[in-house]
């Protein structure tokens, strides 16, 4: 129920949902153009993706290459990604929870 008994302003509401979505657009813009990096090794592979998780750089160290050894080298770039991953997913959650923590009850009528 609404306070008082009443219905919602729908005008009100419409001007709090295109606000939420505004700023949820601005965030996924600003993860977008954001960039974190990873590394492994030392620092002998470093990665670099966006905050929404698109890789967009990666570089090798010449002494993490080792054509004799191939499968330390894939395993050094994996985990420079999923290190630059946790990353983005840390500043996702930061810049996106508190937008999105206003979806759970934010709009007062709605169910979600």
């Not at 306070?3 to 979505?21: D, E, F, R, T, V």
Request: net charge negative; charged share 15%.
């Amino acid at each position: 129920m609404f306070p008082g008994g009443g219905q919602p302003n729908m005008q009100q509401l419409l001007k709090q949902a295109q606000k939420m979505q505004q700023d949820l657009a601005k965030a996924q813009q600003e993860l977008a153009e954001a960039k974190v990096n990873g590394s492994a090794g030392g620092g002998l592979v470093e990665a670099t993706v966006t905050g929404a998780g698109e890789l967009v750089a990666l570089t090798i160290a010449p002494a993490a290459v080792d054509p004799e050894d191939t499968e330390t080298l894939a395993d050094l770039i994996l985990a420079a990604v999923r290190d630059a991953n946790q990353a983005a997913q840390k500043m996702q959650a930061e810049r996106m929870g508190p937008l999105t923590q206003g979806m759970g009850g934010g709009i007062p009528g709605l169910p979600f």
